[in-house]
């Protein structure tokens, strides 16, 4: 049986977190390890606000090799889309057991996604995310749990740099460039048109940024930097996050302006010299030509690649109740004709 966490469930979860995945891979690289009882207990107390939502199953017979749980966050954008309200969407962060801790470890899997996929539903959530290493075999399971992959993205690592006392050139601590600005909230229409542009239909409609006034890019950021042409057009964003274990970076290049790329690379690398010393990670996703040797002339190196997955939802819709109004039925009547004599006629 399936049901959402509850406080008879923490000596369970107590257990099992010990054997729980990770599926989100970007915040196993960016975040310190969070544990899912506590995001649990706290999605139980506040959970208009926290975001997070737990699901545990616990066969009747109480066997430990038909239990385990799954857990899904909020996406919530921050940066310049901060306080735009998002179409509804959950990104799956832990799932337990783990896939080879036993033969029914995949059936719980299974499970559990389906389940989470309904409940989701039922909360008006259109869609359900993944990141996931390419050809795992949890992305199997997630695939049979109708999961989608619409695309892949490659990450690329470079190590902090060193304390002072290194020669610090331009590959390596970049260089400001007067066509980078910090973004505005006068840029966010054009940041909009620059997504839709340099992105796939079929990526954008996975994502819910196809849709008229849809979801903005999906960018969690907290600072972004802007690339303009010299009429003043906006063709190239950076984004930058910062997390705890490290700095995550996205260039997001029009197409028509490819040759940006390593000016953006280089102004972000400046900004970060101020910051205190991170691992860099820079996420390059499969339609995103031209990245790749930017980035490994100016030390990054080639990590993982990440499946990304999507599972659209369906939203129960509660229609009108229809009140049923007597009305006259019409019948059909006789006609009295009017007779020649009556007519004057002769």
Same mark, same amino acid.
């Given at each position: 049986?399936?049901?959402?966490?509850?406080?008879?469930?923490?000596?369970?979860?107590?257990?099992?977190?010990?054997?729980?995945?990770?599926?989100?891979?970007?915040?196993?690289?960016l975040e310190e390890p969070a544990a899912p009882l506590r995001a649990a207990v706290r999605?139980?107390?506040?959970?208009?606000?926290?975001?997070?939502?737990?699901?545990?199953?616990?066969?009747?017979?109480?066997?430990?090799?038909?239990?385990?749980f799954v857990q899904a966050r909020a996406l919530r954008p921050a940066g310049p889309w901060a306080g735009r309200k998002p179409g509804p969407a959950l990104n799956v962060v832990h799932i337990a057991p783990v896939l080879d801790s036993s033969e029914d470890a995949a059936t719980v899997w299974y499970r559990l996604l389906l389940h989470l996929c309904i409940a989701a539903g039922e909360q008006r959530v259109q869609r359900l995310f993944a990141r996931l290493p390419e050809d795992s075999p949890a992305e199997d399971v997630f695939r049979q749990a109708s999961f989608a992959a619409y695309c892949h993205e490659r990450i690329f690592w470079r190590p902090p740099r060193s304390p002072e006392g290194e020669t610090r050139d331009t590959a390596t601590a970049g260089q400001s460039s007067p066509r980078m600005h910090p973004v505005q909230s006068k840029d966010h229409w054009n940041l909009q048109r620059l997504w839709a542009k340099a992105t796939p239909h079929l990526v954008l409609?996975?994502?819910? +940024?196809?849709?008229?006034?849809?979801? +903005?890019?999906?960018?969690?950021?907290?600072?972004?930097?802007?690339?303009?042409?010299?009429?003043?057009?906006?063709q190239g964003y950076l984004p930058i996050l910062f997390k705890p274990r490290g700095v995550w970076l996205r260039l997001l290049v029009h197409p028509d302006a490819g040759d940006c790329a390593a000016e953006m690379l280089d102004h972000g690398l400046a900004v970060l010299g101020d910051y205190p010393p991170r691992p860099l990670y820079c996420a390059v996703r499969e339609y995103e030509g031209g990245v790749q040797g930017v980035l490994e002339e100016r030390g990054f190196t080639h990590i993982e690649t990440h499946s990304l997955l999507v599972k659209h939802t369906t939203v129960r819709v509660r229609e009108p109740r229809r009140q049923l109004v007597p009305s006259l039925e019409k019948r059909a009547e006789i006609a009295p004709t009017v007779s020649r004599s009556e007519a004057g006629e002769v």
């Open positions: 049986m399936i049901t959402p966490f509850g406080l008879r469930h923490i000596w369970l979860m107590r257990e099992l977190q010990g054997v729980s995945t990770a599926v989100d891979r970007k915040s196993a690289l999605g139980y107390f506040f959970r208009p606000t926290a975001g997070v939502f737990t699901y545990v199953l616990r066969d009747s017979a109480h066997d430990p090799r038909l239990c385990g409609h996975a994502e819910g +940024s196809n849709e008229p006034h849809g979801n +903005s890019p999906p960018f969690d950021v907290e600072r972004g930097h802007v690339w303009c042409n010299r009429d003043g057009e906006i």
